[in-house]
Structures are given as C-alpha cells and as structure tokens.
C-alpha cells in the first residue's frame, strides 16, 4: 500500500551539476503535482502534469528546470546547471484524473547545492 | 492560475480556544475545497475536504464553505500545542482537474 514515494529523499549537487528528482504517483492516480518550498516560506507550484502531457507549468522557470512524466515509470523534475538559489524542498503530490479526493504529497527531496 | 489567498499569521491561540483559519478563493466555479497541516520540515497531510455548502465535522476539526462568499474555514476546537502546524487551503479549478494552494497560515497553539 505504497503512498507517493519520492527518491532520492536527500540530494547534494555542487554547482553546475545536474539535479534528478524522482516521483512515483500513488497507485491509480494519472497526475502529479511538483512544488518548491525554501525554508520558513510556502509551498510554491511549479507544474502539473498527467502522463505524457503538461497540463501547467505556469511556475517552472523558464530555463534550467523541466519535468516530464511519461507513460511509463515515475514523474522526473530535471534541474540543469544548479546553482545556490535552487537548494530547497521539493515535494511532489498526485491526485486521480478529476482531482477530487485530493491531492497527496510525497516525502519530498531535500536538495542541496554546495 | 487561479488564487487561493490566506492570512499567512502567526495565529497564535491559548491551549483549549477555538482556532479560526480562513480561506478565500477567485474562481466561483470551483468545486472540491481542502485542508492541509503541515509540521516543520514534514509533508503536507490532507486532513479535510469539502464539497458542498455548509458545515463538515470531524473530530475537533469543523470545515466550512460558503460558495456565494467564495469562502471556506477550518475550526479547530480544544486546540493543542500538536496543533501548531502551517495548515494550507486547496481548492479545485471549474473543471475539477487542477488543485491550486493557498500560501498557508502559520498556527501557534500556547501552552
């Protein structure tokens, strides 16, 4: 009865390297939610996505950041080229086609640049 | 996107009040309306959800919505100190597909 899982749970990327976040869905849910939390601030939505398609990526920025979810395996979020600025908590969330019931979050991953 | 604003506090309350957190949202056409608590350094955990006018109970936690004030609350009664958490607002777009955040509102429960 496996909840969103996300790995890694802790990642530490020096700068300029790439950054893989991972997020596998809930069982029977086909969209998934990824948000950005600095320390002491609120969630911040990046992008909303069902399998193979992107439904908003309003808050993603415009460059560096991608994220994918294809039709097989987890969700992705790819940060390129990290810098100090993108050390922060991202948690991933998915929820049924329809959204009703709710949204459900992963741990998180904890990422840090040095 | 569409917004879901909340007072972002502290709201602080003694030990055994009544906690009062409140939610506005912009798109009348929304549908499904939920409640979030989130402790330090931990994930939000869905707690509540609403779908029609009025009251819902469960426990200590009370949610309420008023569609024609495009407003929704969570009373928390006998607060505990394990209530101090960010709790968070989510509400449905129109076409019930998409959940959009409020900024959360920080409660401190007093000893």
């Known amino acids: 009865n496996a909840g969103v899982m996300q790995n890694p749970r802790h990642l530490v990327r020096r700068r300029g390297q790439e950054a893989r976040l991972r997020c596998s869905p809930m069982?029977?849910?086909?969209?998934v939610y990824w948000y950005r939390q600095l320390p002491e601030e609120g969630l911040k939505f990046m992008v909303y996505?069902?399998?193979?398609?992107?439904?908003?990526e309003s808050g993603m920025p415009k460059e560096r950041f991608s994220a994918e979810f294809p039709k097989e395996g987890p969700s992705i979020l790819r940060i390129q080229q990290v810098v100090r600025g993108d050390s922060a908590a991202y948690f991933c969330?998915?929820?049924?086609?329809?959204?009703?019931?709710?949204?459900?979050f992963g741990q998180g991953t904890r990422l840090t640049v040095v | 996107q569409k917004e879901v604003e909340q007072n972002s506090g502290p709201l602080s309350v003694p030990e055994g009040a009544i906690a009062s957190l409140n939610c506005t949202y912009s798109?009348?056409?929304?549908?499904?309306f939920f409640w979030y608590r989130q402790y330090s350094g931990k994930s939000p955990e869905l707690i509540m959800s609403?779908?029609?006018?009025g009251d819902k109970e469960d426990g200590r936690f009370t949610a309420q919505l008023n569609k024609a004030s495009q407003y929704v609350s969570l009373l928390i009664r006998d607060s505990q100190p394990s209530d101090s958490a960010t709790y968070l607002c989510?509400?449905?777009?129109?076409?019930?597909?998409?959940?959009?955040f409020g900024g959360g509102t920080r409660l401190m429960v007093k000893p």
């Open positions: 969330a998915s929820s049924p086609a329809g959204g009703r019931g709710g949204a459900f």
């Open positions: 069982k029977g849910h086909s969209h």
């Open positions: 996505l069902q399998k193979e398609n992107i439904i908003d």
């Open positions: 798109d009348r056409g929304s549908q499904s």
């Open positions: 609403i779908y029609s006018n």
């Open positions: 989510a509400v449905t777009n129109n076409a019930g597909n998409m959940l959009t």
